[in-house]
């Protein structure tokens, strides 16, 4: 079973109506429409996402964060099961699927302390943990760093540095970091057999954290600010890397790339990108079924982005508003993972062409 976690206050259930910008050539380009559009969930104030097949039927379910203390559980067809009123302000959303039962992991604020919380399907306290006094919480991660097969916490406070804790929510340790957070991501980069920690923020290098805590090297990437992901798209034991950036100035000049364990640029593609409030613009997902993950990557202009490991651009699809976070969607309808593309005010689900519906 999984449990939600988030960075929130007390909660209960009601019903829901390294390298300069100046690396290698731009990836070679083969533009073609892959995406069709499945379901468009429309709401207000949407703020972050998780999914997460939280009543066990195969199918993948979508937890909006929306007005700051609603999570909205919407299932695979886009209809809305329900929702759960938290008691306190979050602003990031993950859930610890491994854990028995799993649950929600929330960023969050409540009474005015900035704080990770733990929540059930129902939406009851399961742990909290206070944080030290800042900015809010600007990511939280999930996963089990240390082999133990128990997943931890990783929350990315933007002006404090990063927090790890155990299952339970008791602290394991603590980083700080310089700058202004944005995003985080973990992933293997280097085959060791142990993952790594990526941090990125705005105007600041990311920096590649050990799973003991410890900064290991910092990579310069210049933008005003940078979002970072880790996956492994080819299941060679090996998480790739990608990098998007975004700018005061000259969106049209921002990027995605993909970056080697050693900060290097191995390929890198224009993608739109203004400084502001995003909450996953990159992720991995298997849009076609054929178990290779391609890169999903959100522009300013309200495109969706499908770029392959080595940089070629497979599709892209314009959804008509910005987009703050797009999410890998499992469904019991085949292999192929369905893309959701969140907004402020949507949540839209995109689908392979050709791919099987329901």
């Not at 209960?12 to 100046?22: D, I, N, T, V």
């Given at each position: 079973?999984?449990?939600?976690?988030?960075?929130?206050?007390?909660?209960?259930?009601?019903?829901?109506?390294?390298?300069?910008?100046?690396?290698?050539?731009?990836?070679?380009?083969?533009?073609?429409?892959?995406?069709?559009?499945?379901?468009?969930?429309?709401?207000?104030?949407?703020?972050?996402?998780?999914?997460?097949?939280?009543?066990?039927?195969?199918?993948?379910?979508?937890?909006?964060?929306?007005?700051?203390?609603?999570?909205?559980?919407?299932?695979?067809?886009?209809?809305?099961?329900?929702?759960?009123?938290?008691?306190?302000?979050?602003?990031?959303?993950?859930?610890?699927?491994?854990?028995?039962?799993?649950?929600?992991?929330?960023?969050?604020?409540?009474?005015?302390?900035?704080?990770?919380?733990?929540?059930?399907?129902?939406?009851?306290?399961?742990?909290?943990?206070?944080?030290?006094?800042?900015?809010?919480?600007?990511?939280?991660?999930?996963?089990?760093?240390?082999?133990?097969?128990?997943?931890?916490?990783?929350?990315?406070?933007?002006?404090?540095?990063?927090?790890?804790?155990?299952?339970?929510?008791?602290?394991?340790?603590?980083?700080?970091?310089?700058?202004?957070?944005?995003?985080?991501?973990?992933?293997?980069?280097?085959?060791?057999?142990?993952?790594?920690?990526?941090?990125?923020?705005?105007?600041?290098?990311?920096?590649v954290v050990s799973w003991q805590g410890h900064?290991?090297?910092?990579?310069?990437?210049?933008?005003?600010?940078?979002?970072?992901?880790?996956?492994?798209?080819?299941?060679?034991?090996?998480?790739?890397?990608?990098?998007?950036?975004?700018?005061?100035?000259?969106?049209?000049?921002?990027?995605?790339?993909?970056?080697?364990?050693?900060?290097?640029f191995i390929w890198r593609r224009p993608v739109?990108?203004?400084?502001?409030?995003?909450?996953?613009?990159?992720?991995?997902?298997?849009?076609?079924?054929?178990?290779?993950?391609?890169?999903?990557?959100?522009?300013?202009?309200?495109?969706?982005?499908?770029?392959?490991?080595?940089?070629?651009?497979?599709?892209?699809?314009?959804?008509?508003?910005?987009?703050?976070?797009?999410?890998?969607?499992?469904?019991?309808?085949?292999?192929?993972?369905?893309?959701?593309?969140?907004?402020?005010?949507?949540?839209?689900?995109?689908?392979?062409r050709g791919g099987a519906g329901r």
């Amino acid at each position: 079973m999984a449990l939600i976690l988030a960075a929130t206050s007390a909660s209960r259930e009601h019903e829901a109506g390294a390298a300069h910008a100046h690396g290698p050539p731009t990836a070679s380009t083969r533009t073609h429409s892959m995406l069709t559009m499945l379901w468009d969930a429309g709401g207000r104030n949407y703020t972050a996402a998780a999914t997460w097949d939280i009543d066990e039927n195969g199918d993948d379910e979508l937890l909006v964060l929306q007005d700051d203390d609603v999570v909205v559980i919407f299932d695979a067809d886009g209809g809305p099961q329900r929702s759960v009123l938290l008691g306190q302000t979050a602003r990031s959303l993950d859930v610890a699927k491994q854990r028995n039962p799993p649950a929600m992991i929330l960023g969050s604020r409540r009474y005015g302390q900035r704080s990770v919380a733990a929540y059930d399907r129902a939406g009851d306290d399961v742990w909290y943990y206070p944080l030290p006094r800042g900015y809010d919480v600007a990511a939280c991660a999930v996963a089990d760093i240390d082999g133990d097969g128990v997943e931890e916490t990783i929350a990315a406070q933007s002006d404090m540095g990063l927090s790890c804790l155990d299952a339970d929510g008791r602290l394991r340790w603590e980083l700080p970091l310089p700058g202004l957070i944005a995003s985080l991501a973990v992933g293997d980069i280097d085959g060791d057999g142990r993952p790594e920690i990526l941090v990125a923020g705005h105007d600041t290098p990311v920096t590649v954290v050990s799973w003991q805590g410890h900064a290991l090297r910092t990579w310069d990437i210049w933008a005003s600010a940078c979002y970072v992901a880790a996956a492994d798209l080819d299941g060679d034991g090996r998480a790739e890397i990608a990098v998007k950036t975004a700018t005061f100035r000259e969106p049209e000049n921002a990027f995605v790339a993909g970056v080697d364990s050693s900060g290097q640029f191995i390929w890198r593609r224009p993608v739109p990108g203004l400084v502001r409030a995003l909450a996953r613009p990159l992720t991995a997902v298997d849009i076609n079924g054929d178990g290779v993950r391609e890169w999903a990557a959100v522009g300013s202009d309200g495109s969706v982005h499908l770029i392959g490991k080595n940089g070629e651009l497979l599709g892209r699809q314009n959804v008509g508003e910005p987009v703050i976070g797009v999410y890998p969607m499992r469904t019991r309808a085949g292999a192929a993972e369905w893309l959701v593309a969140v907004s402020p005010t949507s949540a839209k689900c995109l689908q392979f062409r050709g791919g099987a519906g329901r």
